[in-house]
């Protein structure tokens, strides 16, 4: 049996905000009006207060390496090159984005590092190319 | 319970009632006897089929009969042995027949892709994620927490594999080394071949009675004395990956209700969740509620079926299979061979209290039983 079925996911209103920021270069995060988190990627609501979540505010670009891999395997088959995948939070945000790190830095639980963003952005994940280093 | 294979040539529907039709005749019992059925299968995906707990109303002997299906992933098997002790505890039902089966050879030429749509559709899907990353990241995390080495871990795959040697249903029982571990191929660093357990078909049948009916099917019933169900984020990156806290309180609620309040010195098998090396060991942590404490066990030999503290005696999902929801169920019916002192060759001695866990879906779902000779 074969089924080829295609489908299309909105991203919502709080992630619509992040992928904006992504196309003009920034990262957006939510914060929530009762105890102040801020969550990247956004949420439209509070995951702990259980609160709507209305404020959308640019934090600074800067994120630490919570965890890494290395891989050639992606969902379908190699890639034949191996990829560095790191799992990074933005510093005093909660949440995380998963990413690849640049060929040239070496990964390290707790190295800071930044975005480095495409110079044609059209509002997606791939806006951002890798992260790299933030020293 | 049906063997667990990798390529099992039974239908989903056979391989059902094979488990159904053991665990009746082992009870003395019919279909007719049964009060009503809990299923469990992991996502319809798998088998190709939609709503696929339909396909075991007839082979388990459902049929005019109250019949649920329960999902939470991975930790589906655990799941139906929770909602199996609801039916019988709240008083409606004498006996339950709970039932859990993967058909996991279906999807060609593997499994694996279908695990895509686990993943977060805006941001995480477009970077094409395997399903291992996820493990990969977390077992990095969990290892520099613990200050754990690759080496250390991988005692658990050559524990497992040669448990379920004596298992006689097991898919992968095997003698193997350290270093075989640690030259299998690398598939997503640093997870090797050989930390992970296999796809599988396979099925496992459990009946659950209330108390004055139990004692007329058995002369050594097993009893549940403790469940405990818990959900972490839906947001696997809001989690802390180095502990599954989730797993601990799911723990924590099937203690207090079995009275337990030292579970390393209460309970005499563990039987926690491996589908990875390294899970066994965090997973564990969580059912001792001491983070690093696992690894630590393990390094002793504490952790071997004639240790202090026997984990995975039945072989585990590393040694006997990974048929998804009938893995986790397979750790429960574990628990009932050893503590009704029936495991033969897998036998721990002095065995009266034991725990097992089950988990999945995005790394989130903790799912604990407590069981008690």
Redesign the interface.
């Known amino acids: 049996?074969d089924i080829e079925s295609q489908?299309e996911?909105p991203?919502?209103v709080a992630?619509s905000k992040?992928?904006e920021g992504l196309r003009n270069g920034k990262i957006i995060a939510s914060r929530c009006e009762k105890c102040f988190s801020k969550h990247v990627?956004p949420r439209a609501y509070c995951?702990d207060c259980f609160k709507p979540i209305n404020e959308y505010i640019e934090v600074d670009p800067v994120a630490e390496v919570?965890?890494?891999?290395?891989?050639r395997?992606?969902?379908?088959g190699e890639t034949g090159e191996e990829i560095v995948?790191v799992?990074v939070?933005f510093v005093d945000t909660?949440?995380?984005?998963?990413?690849?790190l640049d060929t040239a830095t070496t990964p390290r639980?707790g190295l800071k590092v930044k975005p480095v963003f495409r110079e044609k952005r059209v509002g997606?994940?791939?806006d951002i190319k890798c992260f790299t280093a933030a020293d | 319970m049906t063997y667990f294979r990798s390529m099992l040539p039974m239908t989903s529907e056979e391989m059902v009632f094979e488990a159904v039709r053991k665990c009746l005749d082992d009870a003395g019992l019919d279909a007719g006897d049964v009060d009503a059925v809990v299923c469990g299968s992991a996502p319809d995906a798998f088998d190709g089929y939609h709503h696929k707990g339909l396909v075991a109303v007839e082979p388990s002997g459902a049929f005019a009969k109250p019949f649920s299906r329960v999902f939470v992933g991975g930790g589906t098997g655990v799941g139906v042995t929770i909602s199996g002790w609801w039916h019988i505890a709240s008083g409606l039902f004498d006996k339950v027949l709970v039932v859990a089966w993967e058909k996991m050879s279906h999807p060609y030429p593997h499994a694996q892709p279908l695990f895509r749509s686990i993943f977060e559709p805006i941001l995480e899907q477009p970077l094409g994620p395997n399903l291992i990353w996820i493990f990969a990241l977390e077992m990095r995390r969990y290892m520099e927490r613990h200050r754990l080495d690759k080496e250390l871990i991988a005692r658990v795959a050559v524990k497992n594999k040669a448990n379920a040697m004596d298992h006689p249903y097991a898919q992968l029982g095997a003698k193997i080394t350290v270093d075989d571990v640690l030259k299998s191929p690398v598939l997503v660093w640093p997870v090797h071949r050989l930390d992970i357990s296999p796809t599988s078909d396979g099925a496992v049948a459990l009946l659950f009675a209330s108390e004055h009916e139990a004692k007329k099917i058995t002369d050594t019933p097993v009893w549940v004395d403790g469940v405990g169900a818990c959900l972490d984020s839906q947001y696997w990156t809001n989690r802390d990956l180095s502990y599954p806290y989730y797993v601990y309180l799911a723990a924590q609620q099937a203690y207090k209700m079995a009275g337990i309040t030292n579970p390393l010195k209460e309970i005499d098998v563990f039987e926690p969740y491996d589908p990875f090396t390294y899970k066994e060991l965090h997973h564990l942590d969580a059912l001792l509620g001491k983070p690093g404490l696992a690894p630590q066990l393990l390094k002793e030999g504490q952790l071997e079926r004639d240790g202090d503290h026997p984990t995975s005696p039945s072989g585990g999902l590393l040694g006997v299979g990974n048929p998804i929801a009938a893995a986790g169920l397979m750790k429960v019916a574990e628990l009932y061979w050893q503590l009704s002192g029936r495991a033969g060759k897998r036998q721990v001695p002095n065995a009266y209290v034991g725990v097992a866990q089950a988990w999945g879906d995005l790394m989130q779902v903790g799912q604990v039983v407590v069981c008690r000779a």
Not at chain 1, 73 to 76: D, H, K, Q, T
Not at chain 1, 94 to 100: A, D, K, P, T
């Open positions: 049996m489908y996911y991203a919502g992630l992040f992928l990627p995951l919570q965890t890494y891999t290395r891989s395997l992606l969902a379908v995948w799992f939070r909660l949440g995380g984005l998963l990413h690849m639980i997606s994940i791939h």
